[in-house]
């Protein structure tokens, strides 16, 4: 008997018997698993919904922070903390909270009904509300979280509120009016809980998962009244039978599950099983109330009915066409073996542009596709390892034309040493100094000319920042020579780099102007703190702070002026990026302030360059071989001391 009649029975027996056995195993199996599967389904899009809602309190806080952490509005939030600043509190709440704030946080998913700022002393500071009638809640008496809130380590906070006018929830934002100390202040936002809220927030989640997820339902219930029912299918008209008499019955789940706030639970509406988790809500003065997010578990198995349908079709069309379709097969197997055989002889020959013509949609094709991928691989191969030495080549020139860009030599100063260093992450980096001699000084000025210092730090590291830090050096380079003043120069940099710039990139620098003759820095810092000026006479470190935004993020950028530093003899102006301070060791910790302190402390009497030396050497000696993170750039200035 020949090959493809053997092939012919064996096919002919596998296929009917296939066909009546996988019709009854999958009849028994494949319910049992699509109910769990439907049961995990509904689990998720639970899970997504209560995600999606702390997502939009992490966006929240990302904004009101971003407004209310500003200079201004610090500064406003601080008068306001006392009961007597009538006016203060007023600007905060109407211009502020009830125009600003309340604009950038209108969405698609509802807009704020009222803002609430509460102090440390759990003390109302100010309550706007965008009711049409004036106090909806009783804002004095509601015990508001702030200790959650205010939290060294806080989660998320959202308390629901009921009151005449409604349900609210509210969300809890944590404000610091310094920015180096804990946060004082508690904001919380409050959104009406009403039909089209609920529905909003589902149509969010819904949009953000795949399309075929079985819809969900969600039913506010307080007391013995559904105050908010939604569902996240245009077409459902089962959730509006829900109400307060709906037996809920514990779900009986395969599964072991955690204990936690939210318990499992079954019922039926309209004739059909819905499974979901009611959620204890505690709303802060309200009876008890409960949030209940469900599924239709009879809509998430459709899909099973359909497949059990469609399987008793194709088992009986199967054992009809089996005959026809395996005489068939047996004959195409032979020929494309044969093709397999002559391809495998070409590609080891190393004849790669010749692939095998083999088209079909089963194993034999599958082969056949890999072997053509394996030629068409081994002929990238070479290209690639082109391609790779190509780019690491543009990069060497990229690094070096970066380093080349860097100052050779210092200027000379009379009556001070300077050293500087960098070194990027990367090939290319985004950190950059530069130190300009150059006379600036009014024309008949006598002593020595003044001298420009730069230090900047792009956001990021790699070719992109080293861009922006090469270009803001350039045209600080244009300034210099056109004998603009310090301020005019930042001031331009800024605005072009605004114009430049995307809104999630931005460069901090330190520009200075060091005046030997009167021993004095005049500077702007743009974001670049910490500025550390060791007075040597009485070994004090003073850490100073930016004196303006980065460049980059605001055209019009708040700025406390010219800030001035005198040096006296042996004093250090030591300036690093934060490629120095966030340096991390094995173990997670950052090399930080105090050990730059130390060094500065045992070594300010030596000259510069070992200074720099010694910081260099402990920061290598305390990484102890971990990888550097980011560049790393320093400029250090001494005046010399006397005799």
């Known amino acids: 008997m020949r090959l493809g009649t053997r092939i012919l029975l064996l096919m002919l027996t596998i296929t009917i018997g296939s066909c009546a056995a996988v019709a009854w195993i999958v009849t028994l199996s494949v319910t049992s698993y699509e109910t ?14 209560l995600r999606h809602l702390e997502d939009r309190q992490q966006q929240i806080s990302r904004v009101v922070r971003a407004m209310l952490e500003a200079p201004e509005q610090r500064s406003l939030i601080q008068a306001a903390d006392d009961p007597s600043a009538t006016s203060a509190r007023e600007q905060l709440r109407q211009e502020v909270l009830g125009r600003d704030v309340q604009t950038e946080l209108a ?4 807009s704020p009904a009222f803002q609430v700022l509460v102090n440390q002393a759990n003390e109302l ?16 008496k509601i015990r508001w979280p702030v200790d959650a809130v205010l939290a060294p380590n806080p989660r998320p906070v959202m308390q629901y509120i009921a009151a005449p006018t409604g349900l609210y929830l509210a969300m809890g934002v944590p404000l610091r009016t310094q920015l180096r100390e804990a946060p004082t202040d508690a904001y919380f936002v409050g959104f009406r809980v009403d039909d089209q809220w609920v529905r909003e927030q589902l149509l969010a989640d819904q949009a953000a998962a795949d399309s075929a997820r079985v819809p969900l339902a969600a039913w506010f219930m307080f007391g013995a009244k559904v105050v908010a029912r939604a569902s996240s299918d245009a077409g459902d008209t089962h959730f509006a039978a829900f109400n307060a008499d709906t037996p809920l019955q514990p779900a009986r789940r395969p599964e072991r599950q955690n204990p936690g706030r939210a318990d499992h639970v079954e019922f039926r509406l309209a004739g059909e099983r819905f499974l979901g988790q009611s959620f204890n809500l505690d709303p802060a003065a309200a009876d008890h109330g409960r949030l209940i997010l469900a599924s239709s578990l009879d809509q998430a198995l459709l899909p099973l009915r359909r497949l059990q349908r469609q399987i008793l079709l194709t088992a009986l069309a199967a054992c009809g066409v089996a005959v026809i379709a395996c005489r068939i097969i047996a004959r195409m197997i032979s ?5 397999l055989v002559a391809g495998t002889r070409r590609i080891a020959a190393g004849q790669f542009d010749a692939p095998v013509q083999i088209h079909r949609d089963d194993e034999l094709g599958a082969l056949a596709d890999s072997f053509n991928q394996m030629a068409g691989g081994l002929k990238e191969r070479d290209q690639l390892r082109e391609n790779q030495v190509k780019i690491e080549r543009d990069l060497a020139i990229a690094r070096k034309i970066q380093m080349d860009v860097l100052p050779k030599e210092l200027p000379p100063c009379p009556g001070y040493e300077m050293a500087a260093y960098s070194l990027p992450a990367e090939q290319t980096g985004g950190d950059i100094y530069d130190l300009v001699g150059v006379a600036l000084d009014p024309p008949g000025s006598k002593g020595p000319p003044s001298l420009v210092l730069l230090l900047a730090d792009a956001t990021g590291h790699g070719i992109g920042p080293a861009l922006s830090v090469t270009q803001v050096r350039a045209m600080l380079r244009i300034g210099v020579r056109l004998r603009a003043g310090l301020e005019d120069v930042l001031s331009q940099i800024n605005r072009q780099l605004c114009q430049d710039l995307g809104s999630e990139r931005f460069v901090t620098a330190f520009l200075g102007l060091l005046d030997p003759a009167a021993h004095r820095i005049n500077y702007h810092s743009a974001g670049q703190a910490p500025l550390l000026h ?4 009485t070994h004090r470190f003073e850490w100073l702070d930016s004196s303006t935004l980065p460049l980059g993020v605001d055209v019009d950028a708040a700025s406390d002026g010219v800030q001035s530093m005198q040096m006296a003899p042996g004093d250090l102006i030591v300036l690093l990026t934060d490629g120095f301070y966030e340096y991390r060791n094995p173990e997670g910790k950052l090399f930080g302030q105090e050990r730059v302190a130390e060094i500065i402390l045992h070594h300010h009497h030596r000259p510069v360059r070992e200074l720099l030396d010694e910081l260099l050497s402990a920061t290598r000696t305390f990484a102890a071989g971990a990888p550097q993170a980011d560049d790393m750039t320093a400029l250090i200035i001494k ?3 006397l005799g």
Do not use: M, N, T
């Open 36 to 49: 769990r599967r439907a049961d995990r389904e509904i689990s998720v899009a639970i899970a997504r919904y």
């Open 107 to 110: 969405s698609r998913e509802g």
């Open 125 to 140: 500071v100010v309550a706007a509300s965008a009711e049409s009638k004036p106090d909806p809640l009783p804002f004095e």
């Open 335 to 339: 020929r494309p073996i044969q093709e």
């Open 534 to 537: 060791f007075h040597a006479q």
């Open 639 to 641: 005046r010399i001391p």
